[in-house]
């Protein structure tokens, strides 16, 4: 049962947490949404530079809140990929700095993995072979866990994520930023059925449709025209509690239809959900009517551990750490890497 001090900065949230095994000792989050609020979107270099400002308080809060000292600390962890590369670099840097100070061993870490692993803090008893769907403003996919370090990717998303998609429909219906959580909230008021919305279809060179792999890039398009059609027709102000909930219903029967395709199809019973957009409720409440309908157990993390957070980081840590797998100091960050890729990121502990 390793202990572990890990460390989220691959966009805009600075996190530092404690973690044992699969139990939350300390959970830090300094969000930077505020901050980025008036651009409309993240802004690479004033997120690093925030990430700077606010990592030291982070980690002295975690380790405070967790009650430990290092001697309690079996390894330290950092996200190493995907994300931006310059916030990245300062949560890679403050942690390889800090294993080498007090002799730990390092774990790089895939920030997928990390949304993989938010369900096992809140369903320690999920076991892989399993079906996680992972949705979040840069990741829409469908991946078989098979194991610690083990995944296959079998669905994604062509274009763009579920969550950007969120985003920039809200930007076109002239809602603030971050999109997600808006429309969520209008869409609790309005109309799922109001404005019939298309969903995106991969289509295959020999007909038919991709079972898994999903776009939304032809329904954001949709609601700008559907939006621009309004008004022209002098519709003012426009219906955006009814257009959130057309939006976010389609979104929803798009991903839970390709999920439980996949669960039958891989023979499946539990499906996970991790990401940003697994908070979303409108997803919740379609993937909970298919496990009823289907007979699927679906799980959740809850709301605090779908957004970025360095928890999941420190889980997915301790379960490398525990079967002997260690990162070297010469880890550096990556923009991205393919999932399946992830045991790229360890090398086996020496033993003296």
């Not at 840069?138 to 995944?151: A, D, E, M, N």
């Not at 059609?229 to 509690?241: H, R, W």
């Not at 496990?291 to 809850?302: I, M, S, T």
């Amino acid at each position: 049962m390793a202990t572990i001090l890990a460390i989220e900065t691959s966009c805009d949230e600075t996190a530092a947490a404690v973690v044992r095994d699969r139990t939350v000792l300390s959970n830090v989050v300094a969000s930077q949404i505020a901050i980025h609020q008036p651009y409309g979107g993240i802004v690479p270099e004033v997120a690093s530079r925030h990430h700077v400002a606010t990592l030291g308080d982070s980690i002295s809060a975690a380790l405070d809140q967790a009650g430990l000292g290092w001697t309690a600390i079996d390894g330290v962890a950092a996200t190493c990929t995907p994300g931006l590369v310059g916030a990245l670099l300062v949560g890679l840097t403050a942690g390889k700095t800090l294993a080498m100070v007090h002799r730990k061993p390092f774990l790089g870490i895939h920030h997928l993995e990390g949304h993989i692993y938010a369900n096992y803090l809140a369903s320690p008893d999920l076991e892989p072979p399993y079906l996680c769907l992972l949705v979040s403003g840069g990741h829409t996919s469908l991946i078989y866990v098979k194991g610690c370090g083990q995944y296959q990717t079998l669905g994604q998303t062509r274009d763009d994520a579920a969550g950007e998609a969120f985003d920039k429909v809200a930007r076109l219906m002239g809602l603030d930023y971050p999109g997600g959580p808006i429309i969520d909230r209008l869409a609790q008021t309005g109309n799922p059925q109001a404005f019939p919305l298309p969903e995106g279809n991969i289509s295959l060179p020999e007909g038919g449709f991709h079972p898994y792999d999903s776009s939304f890039s032809g329904l954001k398009t949709a609601v700008l025209r559907l939006v621009d059609k309004l008004k022209v027709d002098g519709v003012d102000p426009l219906p955006v509690a009814d257009l959130a909930a057309s939006f976010q219903a389609t979104v929803a029967r798009s991903l839970t239809r390709r999920v439980v395709a996949c669960a039958q199809a891989y023979g499946l019973t539990t499906v996970a959900v991790g990401g940003g957009v697994a908070a979303n409720s409108g997803l919740r409440q379609h993937l909970q009517q298919a496990a009823v309908d289907h007979g699927l157990r679906v799980l959740f993390p809850p709301l605090s551990l779908c957004t970025d957070n360095a928890a999941m980081i420190g889980c997915a840590a301790a379960d490398h750490l525990n079967q002997g797998h260690c990162s070297g100091f010469a880890l550096g960050a990556q923009s991205r890497l393919d999932l399946a890729r992830v045991m790229e990121l360890y090398t086996p502990i020496a033993v003296a």
